[in-house]
């Protein structure tokens, strides 16, 4: 039988994973961004690297900091970011608003010269690897997986082209956050998509 604690009925009546009942940030996170379909290689270069921030950290942290994310990084334009030399790494480091960890940042901006270097771009290789529909939606966390084949796979792609940070588990995270995979539990109120190119 499936864990019904798993999802939560919030104040305004409406049924959520639970995790995205914890709190405000995390309700709107889970309403109108996680599982939903993102496609572009700035905005998937923005998710990869704020997932290869979240290694060892909850996500909310990362949330929070998203805004500071995003204006130390130039909006993850990719281009921009390509281009950063030692001053940008230690003006990233002296960044409080920011997760400075010198082996993350570095990452980020290996990553950004390697999604420039991909002939299609980063959003036409992340979206190749993206699981089938399931058709039916996970009834509980304890039948989501941390990794797949095709996040395993994704992973040694992105690592074979000079990506870092980015195993499995990671890879995983990101196709969950980004709509390759629909991991909403089955009577979460966001509806299905159908999206998986």
Known sequence: MDDVTDLVTGADGLPR???GASTPDYAAYHDDEWGRPLHGDDALYERLTLEAFQ???SWLTILRKRPAFRLAFDEFRIETVAGYGEADVARLLADA????????????????RAALELPDGL???LWSYAS???GARPGSF?????LTPESTAMAKALKKRGFRFVGPTTAYALMQAT???DDH???CHVPPTSART
């Open 185 to 187: 539990l089955a009577g």
């Open 97 to 112: 608003g920011i997760v400075r960890n010198r082996a993350k940042i570095e990452a980020a901006l290996a990553n950004a």
């Open 55 to 57: 290694s060892g950290l």
């Open 132 to 134: 089938p529909a399931r």
């Open 142 to 146: 304890a039948s989501v997986p941390a």
């Open 179 to 181: 709509g390759m995979v």
């Open 17 to 19: 994973c639970a995790w």
């Open 123 to 125: 959003s036409a290789l």
